[in-house]
């Protein structure tokens, strides 16, 4: 049997986590100086509380130690795996990988590590693509290929609610995410870990339009149809969450509804309260 694991930074719904039977690895985040495990120790309604009040925080995070993989591993262990399939942020943009594979080294079966090339619900993507090609049949080396590949062939469109964190994460270097803003709301688009900016616009309604036309443009390269997630932070992005479900639930070119998920502090502290948008592939 073939075990799945993630670290958080993959926005893993529990849904999916439930459907798929996977281990969800804690990424360590920082507020203001108090250390939290995301999803354990501080939920993402209570991460966005950081900028009530006009407040600016101070964040920043870390990646999961050997040891909290090491438990993890044993968790799918003892849940009767055979063999392990560790599928993670970027190792471009984190050092998650690492210490997976340091403890990889100490655990009690063999385990495939997955650089995923990609972050936040990007990763849940290629794991998503594992877990099918587990599903139906497919080796644990068959799997980990398709996870691997999988970030080349999906999509992300999204509008932040704090340019400047975008900008000044690294994560959008040169993809003029605040002089766009200056101009209006700018909707971005991510492949693989790079940013750039697909569209400015001046209305959310705009940028709910240009968001739900890009997850449709993937139509051609899904034949099978096309699978969707929606992601929004805080109540803030609620109407825009609302309306992307709105306008593509019910689609031909969807093969399911869309997934639902929410956008945690790993990847709120890059973006900041008021964040929307969608993976597609």
């Known amino acids: 049997m073939i075990g799945l694991c993630v670290d958080s930074n993959s926005q893993l719904p529990p849904s999916l986590a439930e ?6 690895v804690p990424i360590s985040v920082t507020v203001d100086g108090v250390d939290y495990l995301e999803g354990v120790d501080i939920t993402a309604a209570e991460f966005y509380t950081a900028w009530d009040d ?13 040891g909290q993989f090491v438990t993890a591993y044993q968790q799918l262990v003892d849940a009767g795996a055979t063999e392990i399939l560790s599928i993670h942020v970027a190792e471009a943009m984190s050092g998650t990988l690492n210490s997976a594979r340091v403890a990889a080294q100490s655990a009690t079966v063999p385990v495939t590590l997955v650089d995923s090339g990609t972050a936040s619900f990007g990763i849940s993507c ?6 099918d090609a587990v599903a139906a049949g497919a080796p644990i080396n068959e799997a980990a290929r398709i996870a691997g590949a999988r970030s080349s062939a999906l999509g992300s469109s999204f509008i932040v609610g704090i340019p400047q964190l975008a900008e000044r994460s690294g994560r959008a270097v040169g993809a003029g995410v605040e002089a766009a803003a200056s101009e209006g709301i700018p909707v971005l688009s991510m492949a693989g870990s790079g940013i750039a900016v697909l569209d400015t616009v001046t209305t959310v309604d705009a940028a709910v339009s240009a968001m739900a036309d890009y997850a449709l443009g993937w139509t051609s390269s899904s034949p099978d149809g096309l699978r969707v997630a929606i992601g929004t932070s805080d109540v803030s992005s609620g109407v825009v969450g609302a309306a992307l479900t709105e306008a593509l639930s ?17 990847v709120g502290a890059h973006t900041g309260p008021g964040t929307a948008g969608l993976f597609v592939f």
Not at 54 to 66: A, C, K, R, V, Y
Not at 250 to 266: D, F, K, N, R
């Open 126 to 131: 290629c794991a998503w693509a594992a877990a």
């Open 54 to 66: 006009g407040q600016t925080p101070t964040i920043s995070t870390s990646q999961p130690s050997p």
């Open 19 to 24: 459907r798929f039977g996977m281990v969800v």
């Open 250 to 266: 019910g689609h031909s070119a969807l093969a399911e509804a869309p997934v639902q998920y929410t956008i945690g502090p790993s």
